[in-house]
């Protein structure tokens, strides 16, 4: 089963891909780490104050809903609006006509504190004060003499009292890009919408439903149906009322739930790697780039990058709902990685956003569980070593087989570095690839690149009378190494093309002084052979039974059997994350950024708009 633990740093000292020793490695890491941890802000407060902290944010991210909910329901439910009209109005010494309006505005802050518990459990400054206000607003509402104990009103108040005693864990800032604009002009299109639907309304209504308004009158009655109050119009028929009140409180709810949905959105920024710090990550992968196969991924154009204080190490990320999502280990030395790492956690801090790590290696998960973090092992990475590769014996039989099969049919495979590749030909390679993807986006993340011929790329093709049938590229893994970026073949190509030029790069990388070529990630790999195994028990044959299933849409089972046939040595991979409460936003976010799944990408085209 997929491992969950926090890595021992004191453990016995492995030895992970090309047969590199961590154990020097970690416990420089260990010291330097340890030595660091009184400066981060994790490590300012006392344990028990931050463990308070904690527990006020939770319970008050959860009190925040339920007055919400409770203010929503006094609304909606009829025995809350009974109780609405028997006292608001007094109280007031308001018309009967104000009730509806008090009604659309309970309704309102009700959901907006509904809204605004996502915020406060992200910490944020900003969520913080709305909801105070909010709270207060709620409170006020219920303030009028025997209606002072109302349980919602109770509860509203102390919300307020809690959230002003407990304000300093309420930190975070404003993302680096809000929807603070984009807020200001949905909330005026809607409210101009809804005026002019029911000034044209009102216009064209006939005396017989609604006796005869000037346009100052049409245009009082538009604005106050937004907010549910009657205005100056006396309409004879029932419909044409309703009708109005309708398109006026369904425009204004609108209008304050979608601005307050823009303010409110963990924002996303779109990345981007100046070429200074691109300059620099190359520096950095030209010195360390043996240690991690996935380091060269680094220099994807969709990642921000934070660098230690020494700037001799990096972490590369992005943020996705909320979360902010690093890829494979940090970039550099790693004895500087606990600085770059303290970097990344404090704009994590800053910002509200939930840190995750996909895909790192164990010496980056040891690093990564120094700071509270958990670790989940979610597979294992195929590592073919050139020198050792034959397609002698019976375990290579399939791959040969497949080798001959798409030889005798007149394939023929070219190994060229990117450079020695023509640009129009290059152009016509990159349209292939993206024909022959079968998505509509390229799926990838922490081990794709996402684009086509770096410099120091090698590019594989299959052709078969001088037809291109087949399209492999790899990037750099240090100086002797490569990893495997795309893998695409024509659909109407004959199976085998994969293992054709899959094992003519690997027969001939020692001629390009290639000593190890990376291939595939297989997800959940020790889940699926262990729930295989004969004894296998109940739930390590339910969950291969699972993986079986899934992989009907995402390639998990297939991918795996594809890199055993190559005879590799699995390297795990790991997933860091803050704690299971936070998996459901880290899964959603690692999904989006890999191109599985996540969030519907229809509804986050239209809110990008």
């Avoid at 995750?356 to 700071?371: I, K």
């Avoid at 849409?553 to 704690?579: C, D, H, M, S």
């Amino acid at each position: 089963m997929a491992v969950r633990r926090r890595l021992d740093v004191g453990a016995s000292e492995p030895t992970t891909g090309g047969g590199r020793d961590i154990g020097q490695d970690r416990s420089t890491i260990t010291t330097r780490a340890g030595s660091r941890q009184a400066a981060t802000g994790q490590e300012r407060l006392p344990a028990v104050w931050r463990l308070t902290g904690a527990v006020s944010v939770v319970a008050i991210t959860w009190v925040t809903r339920v007055v919400g909910l409770i203010t929503v329901l006094s609304v909606v439910l009829p025995a809350g609006r009974r109780d609405m009209r028997g006292h608001v109005a007094a109280w007031l010494a308001l018309p009967p006509e104000a009730t509806t309006g008090a009604a659309t505005v309970a309704l309102v802050t009700g959901a907006l504190l509904i809204m605004l518990a996502s915020g406060l459990r992200r910490r944020k400054r900003r969520a913080w004060q709305l909801t105070l206000a909010a709270s207060l607003l709620v409170a006020l509402a219920h303030a009028g003499l025997r209606h002072l104990f109302l349980p919602s009103g109770l509860v509203s108040l102390a919300l307020a009292v809690a959230l002003l005693a407990n304000r300093r864990y309420f930190i975070a800032l404003p993302d680096p890009v809000t929807g603070r604009w984009r807020a200001v002009r949905v909330f005026v299109q809607l409210i101009a919408a809804g005026m002019a639907i029911n000034f044209a309304l009102l216009t064209v209504a006939q005396p017989r439903g609604l006796v005869p308004l000037d346009a100052k009158d049409r245009l009082m009655e538009s604005v106050l149906a937004l907010i549910g109050v009657s205005g100056p119009a006396v309409f004879r028929v029932t419909w044409l009322d309703d009708l109005v009140a309708s398109v006026g409180l369904l425009f204004g709810l609108g209008a304050v739930l979608l601005a307050a949905y823009f303010l409110l959105r963990s924002a996303e920024p779109a990345p981007h790697l100046p070429e200074g710090e691109k300059q620099r990550l190359r520096d950095l992968l030209a010195g360390h780039g043996e240690r991690d196969s996935l380091g060269y991924f680094a220099l994807r154009d969709d990642k921000f990058v934070v660098f230690s204080k020494t700037r001799k190490a990096a972490v590369m990320y992005r943020v996705i709902a909320g979360a902010a999502v690093a890829s494979g280990d940090p970039l550099g030395d790693s004895e500087a990685w606990p600085g770059a790492i303290e970097e990344f956690l404090d704009a994590c801090r800053r910002y509200g956003w939930v840190p995750a790590v996909m895909g790192c290696s164990e010496l980056g998960a040891t690093v990564w569980a120094r700071y509270g973090l958990d670790v989940l092992e979610i597979g294992d990475e195929a590592i073919v070593d050139v020198d050792s590769f034959t397609l002698d014996g019976r375990a290579m039989r399939g791959v040969r087989q497949a080798v001959s099969r798409t030889r005798r049919a007149g394939y023929e495979v070219r190994v060229r570095r990117a450079e020695e590749i023509g640009e129009a030909e290059l152009v016509e390679l990159e349209a292939l690839a993206a024909n022959w993807r079968g998505t509509d986006t390229e799926r990838g993340f922490s081990m794709t690149l996402g684009r086509m011929g770096d410099r120091g790329a090698v590019i594989v093709t299959a052709e078969q009378q001088g037809r291109v049938r087949g399209l492999l590229q790899f990037v750099p893994w240090g100086r002797h190494g490569l990893s495997l970026d795309v893998m695409r073949r024509d659909r109407t190509a004959d199976n085998g093309v994969n293992e054709l030029m899959i094992s003519e790069l690997l027969r001939n990388g020692r001629d390009r002084g290639v000593k190890h070529v990376s291939l595939n990630f297989a997800a959940f790999r020790k889940l699926m052979e262990q729930g295989q195994r004969i004894g296998a028990g109940p739930v390590a044959r339910f969950s291969a039974k699972v993986l079986h299933w899934v992989s009907r849409w995402v390639q998990i089972e297939t991918l795996y059997r594809f890199n055993a046939k190559f005879q590799p040595r699995w390297v795990p991979r790991y997933l860091v994350f803050p704690g299971v409460r936070e998996l459901p936003r880290v899964g959603v976010a690692v999904f989006e950024a890999e191109g599985l799944g996540g969030r519907s990408r229809w509804l986050m085209r239209m809110l990008r708009r």
